[in-house]
């Protein structure tokens, strides 16, 4: 197993556009989480599943964002109507259990 | 926002030198954690504390959770040219057991 694979590395969009990023997580971690980080800053927590279920999501997922995982494997990160302040790094992350978690190496979007 | 207080925000490294970084939480945490990021690149878990008191070493990075439970510190000793970077810490729990804070970071660069 290779890790936390995520697609695309990059992405540049117009605003207005909407952008979608994928994530596949370790394949026998049954966790997998969200996180955006901007410039300068730690990561902040967007949302948790435990594996199909979507658990939590944070306030700093407006009603643009939505997240799937739709068979507990893979999953999507989908924004609507991008905006400038949409642009930051958006990690995903991984864990069988509460410990251990491995980070992807991110996708970085910049709305132009 | 950033619950966690990292400090020093940055500084510079000479080779051979030990430094030191630490964190500070308005609010317990069960976990601690220290990661280490590179330019685009995601997070890498570097060592990870489970028990206040817990002093614990990975190499030449030994770290420590604050008896208090809200503070833990990173040192690295002997300096080497590729510890630049940026080392995050971050806590978890108890409240829930699937998210991280993280603090803002300390970025490292070697002294010129």
């Known amino acids: 197993d290779t890790g936390v694979s995520q697609d695309p590395r990059h992405k540049i969009t117009k605003r207005g556009q909407n952008v979608t990023f994928r994530c596949d997580p370790i394949s026998e971690h049954n966790r997998l989480y969200w996180y955006r980080q901007t410039l300068g800053q730690g990561p902040e927590f967007l949302t948790y599943f435990q594996n199909e279920a979507q658990l939590e999501k944070s306030r700093l997922l407006s009603d643009r964002f939505s997240a799937e995982r739709p068979k507990g494997s893979f999953s999507t990160l989908e924004i609507q109507r991008t905006e400038q302040g949409d642009s930051a790094m958006y990690l995903c992350?991984?864990?069988?259990?509460?410990?251990?978690?491995?980070f992807g190496s991110g996708t970085r979007l910049t709305v132009v | 926002g950033q619950q966690l207080n990292q400090s020093p925000q940055s500084m510079f490294i000479q080779e051979g030198e030990d430094v030191s970084m630490n964190c500070t939480s308005s609010s317990i945490f069960n976990t601690w954690l220290w990661y280490k990021q590179e330019p685009g690149e995601g997070p890498v878990l570097l060592i990870a504390l489970y028990k206040a008191g817990e002093l614990t070493s990975n190499g030449r990075l030994t770290a420590q959770f604050g008896i208090t439970r809200k503070d833990s510190f990173l040192n690295i000793s002997a300096s080497i040219p590729s510890d630049v970077g940026i080392y995050f810490c971050a806590g978890q729990g108890p409240s829930n057991d699937y998210k991280l804070s993280f603090g803002a970071g300390t970025t490292v660069t070697v002294r010129a």
């Open positions: 992350a991984s864990s069988l259990r509460a410990q251990g978690y491995t």
